[in-house]
């Protein structure tokens, strides 16, 4: 079954971090790039970063860019993204994308809340 599965959403204060993870199952994530993307309450989606099947060439929206860090470990099959110094905008569904040409998996989406 071709799935991709994320993890370490949350509830953190503003300032915090998290480190959301994306495994992949059913196929080899390695050739695939790794998108994440992330959707607030009554706003539209957007892509947060994106990262090569290599991981040579990363790409961050500017609202993230110095904050976040996007990696993957192509031995694990998976694809992480590290958050650093949260703000409550940064509250949404996060999820992460494996796209390939003529191929597009997606996972179902991990919650994280900045709050105090």
């Known amino acids: 079954q071709t799935q991709l599965v994320e993890s370490g959403g949350g509830l953190v204060q503003p300032g915090g971090s998290l480190r959301l993870s994306c495994a992949a199952s059913?196929?080899?994530?390695?050739?695939?790039?790794i998108s994440w993307l992330r959707q607030a309450p009554g706003k539209e989606r957007e892509r947060v970063s994106c990262?090569?099947?290599?991981?040579?060439?990363?790409n961050y929206a500017d609202s993230v860019k110095g904050r976040f860090t996007i990696s993957r470990d192509n031995a694990k099959n998976s694809g992480y993204l590290q958050m650093d110094s949260l703000e409550p905008e940064d509250t949404a569904v996060y999820y992460c994308?494996?796209?390939?040409?003529?191929?597009?998996?997606w996972g179902q989406g991990t919650q994280v809340t900045v709050s105090s």
């Open positions: 059913g196929f080899s994530l390695g050739y695939y790039d």
């Open positions: 990262i090569s099947s290599s991981g040579g060439s990363t």
């Open positions: 994308n494996a796209r390939l040409i003529g191929r597009e998996v």
